[in-house]
Structure formats: structure tokens, C-alpha cells
């Protein structure tokens, strides 16, 4: 995301050039799920990652599941 005046990094500028032409709403819905679908496979590898290094079981997921949560 950018905010004030930071430029496009070279990805968002070589993205723009790529899509610089009418797209149909289906090609566009297309392009958001690869997108999402991509990002989504990093968190998910990301995560393992992470359960692995700390060592966490199904155990230590379902008793937090299962711990009463307070109400805001």
C-alpha cells in the first residue's frame, strides 16, 4: 500500500504496465484469486514455519479453541 509520497515499487510499476488495458469484470476476478490465492500459499508456508519452530501440536491449537473466551 502506499501512502503520501512513496513511489511504486518496480513490481506495482511492472503490474500496472501489464494490466494497462480494459479488462473485463471476469479477467479482473481472475486476476484478484491468483493474486490471493499466491499470498495465501506464503502465509500458510510462512505459518508452518512457525508452528514447527515453536514446537506447537494439535493439542496446544484445541485447548486454546477450547478455553472460554470472554465477551467484549
Known amino acids: 500500500m502506499m501512502t503520501g509520497t ?3 515499487n518496480s513490481v506495482q510499476v511492472s503490474l500496472m504496465r501489464l494490466f494497462d488495458r480494459p479488462m473485463l469484470p471476469d479477467e479482473l476476478d481472475k486476476v484478484h484469486q ?3 490465492d ?3 500459499e506464503l502465509i500458510a508456508a510462512e ?3 512457525i508452528i ?3 514446537g506447537y501440536t494439535q493439542a496446544d491449537f484445541d485447548r486454546v479453541l ?3 473466551q470472554r465477551t467484549r
Do not use: F
Open 6 to 8: 512513496q513511489q511504486p
Open 52 to 54: 514447527a519452530q515453536k
Open 47 to 49: 505459518a508452518d514455519e
Open 66 to 68: 477450547n478455553e472460554s
Open 38 to 40: 499466491y499470498y495465501s
Open 34 to 36: 491468483l493474486l490471493m
